[in-house]
């Protein structure tokens, strides 16, 4: 049983320099719907193409913005969905480049997250390729109405790097 | 280095109080990166590791970490290094992320956020219970299978680090040989701080085909572990308080 009070699963990716991932994920909470926003300075997080709407907030640091979102107060009483959907936060720019990421959603699971954009220079194409296994282990967390979290080494990082790189060459065709 | 942090905070009465404890938490993150980073020229750590600063005018976290750092390194007979560097500089990056996670799910606590994971790119703190009559279930990614579990850890206010040989792409070395080190794909530590269960484990990596003494050791001591090695054994210490899954499991399967 979930209790109506829980803010279901609300995750913000507070990255180091100066990049910044906000995404709720309503888990098991009846919703489906799903908001990923990437980036720093003071862009604001817009709306993602999902089946139920989302608030979103946005709070500045002396060290960049931080994006968070929560799901409204009536998220338990969202329409549930089985269909696979795509979800695409905003295109973001932040000091050390622009970045998009996107979740594929089945039903109310989150299957996959894919980056559409991310900088392509040493230091900010780093920064990007660290944020993404952290993302992955969500994602594997995610697919388990009993795994809350993951813990685990960033071994296979080289493989994580090529799969940035795939995602790139796509986003750029 | 650059890395990603998730926060996970369930139970929130006061939303107001809640978010601007998330912003605290992140703002020290920031701030530890600020402090800590070998990507910045300017941080206090590369003016330390340069001799620029005086050890008496280190700041509080600075002092804090290296100190730490060293007695990991007392605790691991050596396994893990504080001055692996050939000028003998500290290098204390291998309990820094963990450390900073402990702090921020501090921070979390005192700002009544008080159900909480904090994912330091794999290094987890939990703190809180995540829903009525349950505790937290951590899966640890199996390191040769992707997209897979090698064990499921249930509890609360506790830290579980994984560290592998290749991480974030700095390669462990072998204090003993000064070689990359080798046999462990993954060694897992949980215990009461994550800032010396990030040590612990990097120490059993760095310790290779040996990484088992150690952390047989490190059991008694009440820091228990799951060890996965290249060749694809799993072994899990007396005191391991997981479900292993020697073949692996998937997530929605566990």
């Known amino acids: 049983v979930v209790s ?26 009846g919703a489906s719907h799903a908001t990923v926003s990437v980036g720093a300075g003071s862009s604001s997080t817009s709306a993602p193409t999902s089946t139920s709407t989302s608030t979103s907030t946005s709070a500045s640091t002396s060290h960049g ?22 979800v695409s936060g905003a295109a973001e720019s932040f000091p050390y480049g622009t ?41 594997l967390a995610a697919q388990s109405a009993h795994i809350d979290t993951v813990s685990g080494a960033s071994y296979d990082s080289q493989a994580y790097a090529s799969s940035v790189q795939a995602a790139l060459d796509k986003a750029h065709i | 280095m650059g890395t990603a942090v998730s926060f996970d905070i369930r139970g929130v009465q006061d939303q107001t109080s809640a978010t601007s404890a998330l912003d605290r938490a992140v703002r020290w993150l920031h701030h530890v ?18 001799g620029d600063i005086r050890r008496d005018c280190w700041s509080v976290e600075m002092s804090e970490v290296i100190e730490l750092a060293a007695d990991v390194e007392e605790q691991t007979h050596g396994a893990y290094q504080l001055r692996w560097r050939p000028d003998g500089a500290p290098d204390p990056t291998g309990v820094v992320k963990g450390w900073a996670a402990d702090r921020a799910s501090l921070i979390l606590t005192a700002g009544g956020a008080r159900a909480h994971a904090v994912n330091a790119a794999g290094d987890v703190r939990l703190a809180g219970r995540p829903g009525p009559h349950r505790v937290w279930s951590t899966g640890i990614a199996h390191p040769h299978r992707a997209g897979v579990l090698v064990a499921v850890v249930d509890g609360t ?29 993954s060694a897992t530590v949980v215990g009461p701080s994550l800032a010396r269960a990030d040590g612990y484990a990097t120490a059993a990596v760095s310790r290779g085909a040996d990484a088992r003494e150690l952390l047989e050791r490190l059991d008694e001591a009440g820091w228990p572990s799951l060890l996965v090695t290249d060749n694809g054994e799993v072994w899990a210490s007396a005191g391991f308080p997981g479900q292993v899954y020697p073949d692996g499991i998937p997530p929605e399967s566990a």
């Open chain 1, 99 to 139: 970045i998009q990421v996107e979740l594929v959603l089945t039903g109310r699971r989150i299957s996959d997250v894919l980056v559409l954009q991310a900088p392509q220079d040493g230091y900010s194409a780093q920064v990007a390729q660290n944020a993404l296994p952290v993302l992955r282990n969500e994602v």
């Open chain 2, 33 to 50: 990166d600020e402090t800590f980073s070998t990507f910045k020229s300017d941080s206090e750590l590369m003016r330390v590791q340069r």
């Open chain 2, 157 to 185: 206010d506790i830290g579980i680090a994984s560290s592998g040989s290749a991480e974030q792409g700095r390669h462990i070395v072998d204090s003993r040989s000064g070689l990359p080190a080798a046999g462990v794909a």
């Open chain 1, 65 to 86: 913005s931080i994006s968070s979102t929560r799901p409204p107060g009536s998220a338990t009483t969202s329409p549930p969905s089985v269909t696979t959907q795509k």
């Open chain 1, 4 to 29: 109506s009070s829980r803010l279901g699963r609300w995750l913000t990716l507070g990255g180091l320099l100066g990049l910044s991932i906000g995404t709720v994920m309503a888990k098991g909470a």
